[in-house]
């Protein structure tokens, strides 16, 4: 069955650096549109971050100029950068791996990964 394994979360200072990846298994990851979504306690699940297949990003403005999002199709994994990290960033971020065609639809969840921003 398909995997999203997320990775590289933690506790970090504010102003603090962290890398999120997310490796993904038994699919054809290079046609996903790829995606990184948080959720902190008493919030809905938002969109952080998102690269399509051919490439394109689209970042919700919160974190704009903050966070960078890639691929590498080489290795089945999508990265979340995170730089100058604030408490309002503290949730848990999930990977998503979404293709849709015709009548195909498939839509895929990693288990999440907390980050903590916290003095």
């Known amino acids: 069955q398909v995997q999203l394994v997320e990775s590289g979360g933690g506790l970090v200072q504010p102003g603090g650096s962290l890398r999120l990846s997310c490796a993904a298994s038994r699919i054809a990851f290079s046609i996903y549109n790829m995606g990184w979504y948080r959720q902190a306690p008493g919030k809905q699940r938002e969109l952080v971050a998102s690269?399509?297949?051919?490439?394109?990003?689209e970042y919700v403005d919160s974190v704009k100029g903050r966070f960078t999002i890639s691929r590498d199709n080489t290795k089945n994994t999508v990265y979340l950068q995170m730089n100058s990290l604030k408490p309002e960033d503290t949730a848990v971020y999930y990977c998503?791996?979404?293709?849709?065609?015709?009548?195909?639809?498939?839509?895929?969840w990693g288990q999440g990964v907390q980050v903590t921003v916290s003095s």
């Open positions: 690269i399509s297949a051919d490439g394109n990003t």
């Open positions: 998503n791996a979404r293709f849709a065609y015709s009548d195909v639809n498939h839509d895929f």
